[in-house]
């Protein structure tokens, strides 16, 4: 069956460490979303991508990256962690405009 | 540009209804629905494009009000399984894919 999987599910790390988390799905699916959940914030656009090659910056992209340079991975990457990047982030996945399918989610705790 | 959801929370009997909103400022393509339960990632509901178009999911329906730019999601004769956040996702001409979410309406239903 496809699937939409993130590692790792937890992460402990330190302010300016540099940062990879991984999303792969095997939809096939065109677009990839990386969003972050915090309370009070609903889940927030962080990054996205249409195809391969192509990334653009969503709402709240300022200490992030992303690449993409398969169909099945869009990689985020905190380049110099800091604690307001602690959160939950939830990568998804969809055909052009239908239902976004998500990832389980990595918490992510930035000391 | 976030959409507003209103309620902010709400609590029910088993068996009673409730109607969850989604207003955006902006002209709207398309409205999403989503629920998320406690500890796990969102999972889709339905989806509603421009022209006032209606659609159901079990007990649960919602309607898409171009004019109002607003979407409305009806959860009829709840059940203790509709407990969770609902979050709606909106999408607007030539996004492509990408929504803004609001910040969601947590659901309690109890017995």
């Known amino acids: 069956d496809a699937e939409i999987t993130q590692s790792p599910r937890h992460k402990i790390t330190e302010t300016g460490r540099q940062v990879t988390l991984a999303c792969h799905q095997t939809w096939n699916h065109n677009n990839m979303f990386w969003y972050r959940q915090d309370l009070g914030h609903g889940l927030r656009l962080i990054h996205y991508?249409?195809?391969?090659?192509?990334?653009n910056k969503g709402e709240v992209s300022d200490g992030y990256s992303v690449s993409r340079s398969n169909t099945e991975d869009l990689p985020l990457t905190l380049e110099s962690a800091a604690s307001s990047q602690t959160s939950v982030y939830f990568c998804?996945?969809?055909?052009?405009?239908?239902?976004?399918?998500f990832g389980p989610g990595t918490r992510l705790t930035v000391l | 540009q976030q959409p507003v959801q209103s309620p902010q929370a709400v609590i029910l009997r088993e068996g009673e209804d409730a109607v969850i909103n989604c207003s955006s400022s902006k002209a709207l393509y398309s409205v999403h629905w989503y629920r998320q339960k406690h500890g796990e990632a969102p999972v889709f509901l339905m989806i509603?494009?421009?022209?006032?178009e209606q659609k159901g999911h079990e007990k649960i329906s919602a309607s898409f009000n171009e004019k109002k730019q607003q979407s409305s999601l009806y959860l009829t004769a709840s059940q203790l399984s509709y407990s969770g956040t609902y979050f709606c996702g909106t999408g607007y001409g030539g996004s492509q894919g990408n929504l803004i979410f609001g910040k969601g309406t947590k659901l309690s239903v109890k017995p």
């Open positions: 998804a996945s969809s055909a052009n405009s239908r239902e976004q399918f």
């Open positions: 509603l494009l421009k022209g006032g």
């Open positions: 991508s249409y195809g391969v090659q192509d990334t």
